[in-house]
T-cell receptor
């Protein structure tokens, strides 16, 4: 089993839709969690950290469920500019940072 | 605001050649790392450094060397290029890789080994 697993998609959604991605992790010792965004042929950029209590940044909401070992990302009112690949990142320390393979989102006009 | 600068952006090597991928950051970050990104594999950690003079291996270190003589620079050396090293390489830096700390990535180097 992979340490971090994501549905690769693609998720094709119309503008204005709400879409949610999940990411599961296998190691219960994981300490911190992030969502990164990667545009085609570009470098990853931090979208948001994921806190145990859940956190929101505008149209984006991230949740952590330690009991079931998954994190989620909810995007409301999708924009064309949200089209990208979303990477889940799980951290167990300096040498134990694991990236998921990413979930591709395509927002359609 | 340079951030993390990687050079070159593109490179084609012949099998057996060696080369150095350059990475420099101007944010005074202690932690720097190199990743490779392959289709269906996600980003995998090659080597990392927690400060000048300190480096360690990541998940896929074979065939690569690093050094960290200054806080700013963290070059990655391919010793004898192989087709399996065809990939996109990203350098990243962060104040520290802990909770709430953002990692900044360079623009990537697309390497093809023929």
């Amino acid at each position: 089993r992979k340490e971090v697993e994501q549905d690769p998609g693609p998720f094709n959604v119309p503008e204005g839709a709400t879409v949610a991605f999940n990411c599961t992790y296998s190691n219960s010792a994981s300490q911190s969690f992030f969502w990164y965004r990667q545009d085609c042929r570009k470098e990853p950029k931090l979208l948001m950290s994921v806190y145990s209590s859940g956190n929101e940044d505008g149209r984006f909401t991230a949740q952590l469920n330690r009991a079931s070992q998954y994190i989620s990302l909810l995007i409301r009112d999708s924009k064309l500019s949200d089209s990208a690949t979303y990477l889940c990142v799980v951290n167990r320390g300096y040498q134990k940072v694991t990236f998921g393979t990413g979930t591709k989102l395509q927002v359609i006009p | 605001n340079a951030g993390v600068t990687q050079t070159p952006k593109f490179q084609v090597l012949k099998t057996g050649q060696s080369m150095t991928l350059q990475c420099a950051q101007d944010m005074n970050h202690e932690y720097m790392s190199w990743y490779r990104q392959d289709p269906g594999m996600g980003l995998r950690l090659i080597h990392y450094s927690v400060g000048a003079g300190i480096t360690d291996q990541g998940e896929v270190p074979n065939g690569y060397n690093v050094s960290r003589s200054t806080t700013e620079d963290f070059p990655l050396r391919l010793l004898s290029a192989a087709p399996s090293q065809t990939s996109v390489y990203f350098c990243a830096s962060s104040y520290s890789w802990t909770r709430n700390t953002e990692a900044f990535f360079g623009q990537g180097t697309r390497l093809t080994v023929v």
